[in-house]
């Protein structure tokens, strides 16, 4: 896994999340939406066919949006997240496409 570079980015931003100072249910959700992205890159990397992969990548671009209108909610907290969830959201993007 040290090699799947978005699984690494996508760890980074589960730890960024970790210690803001938001709202509770915010926080929560939060900290749900960026674990998942974690998990179904990790269950999704272990797949045996690129279709199966490409269903969990997706979940995990799901999640990464999620994550992303969070951001939009809380802006100013949150603006030290929003080039990191960018990032792993751009990469998730080319793992959900064909090809």
């Known amino acids: 896994m040290k090699q799947f570079r978005t699984y ?6 589960y730890q960024a999340c970790k210690d803001l100072k938001i ?3 915010l926080k929560d959700q939060l900290q749900r939406a960026s674990s998942s992205i974690v998990l179904n890159l990790a269950e999704g990397s272990a797949k045996p066919t690129q279709k199966d992969r490409m269903k969990f990548y997706a979940i995990a671009f799901g999640s990464t ?12 907290k949150l603006a030290g997240i929003h080039d990191l969830a ?3 959201g751009a990469c998730l993007y080319k793992l959900t496409r064909p090809g």
């Open 86 to 88: 960018d990032h792993v």
């Open 65 to 76: 949006r999620e994550v992303q209108a969070i951001i939009a909610m809380e802006p100013v």
């Open 23 to 25: 709202p509770y249910y």
């Open 8 to 13: 690494q980015l996508a760890l980074d931003l």
